[in-house]
């Protein structure tokens, strides 16, 4: 279960957005890139998201380039999980990889508002909001199985250690 706070954003954020692209090319530790994390979106989040809080979003969250720092400064920032109407598909992909749970689910983000809490059960599929209960696509067992490990890295580091070849 992933209780949290809400961030919310609407439509196209891109990237860009989300990890300024002028940091791309420094090297910075993981929790380096949380501090830049929707620096230019949001300056309240900048200086007040705590680990566990939840971003909802409208569509075409992480649209734009497929670098991986998006999702790396959102999740060494310690946001739980994003929920929203529809994600890039390399942004999606890139957040699975890095065991940030990722949800589409329209009807819940327009049930909750800014700084409220909701609810995720990612065995059930379902997310809570003060306004009602709503389902997501439960994912593949594989996926479940990656978030749990915190990503494909782990999972396959896992696997490895399990078959005796690491």
Known sequence: MIQGRVWKYGDDVNTDRIFPGRYTYILLSEAEM????????????????????????????????AREQAVKALTARGIAAIVAKG???????????EGLPVIVCPEAVDAVEHGEEVA????????????????FAPYDPFIQQMIACGGLLP??????????RL
Do not use: C, M, Q
């Not at 994390?37 to 909802?56: C, M, N, Q, R, S």
């Not at 995720?120 to 809570?128: A, F, G, P």
């Open 120 to 135: 995720i059960d990612l065995e059930r599929h379902s997310i809570r909001t003060p306004r009602g209960t709503f389902s």
């Open 87 to 97: 994600f890039s598909r390399i942004y999606f992909r890139n957040g699975l990889n």
């Open 34 to 65: 949380g501090t830049h994390a929707l620096e230019d979106l949001d300056e309240d989040f900048t200086a007040h998201a705590k680990p566990g809080d939840i971003i909802v979003a409208g569509r075409n969250w992480g649209g734009g380039s």
């Open 155 to 164: 999972t396959v580091r896992r696997e490895l250690r399990e078959a005796g």
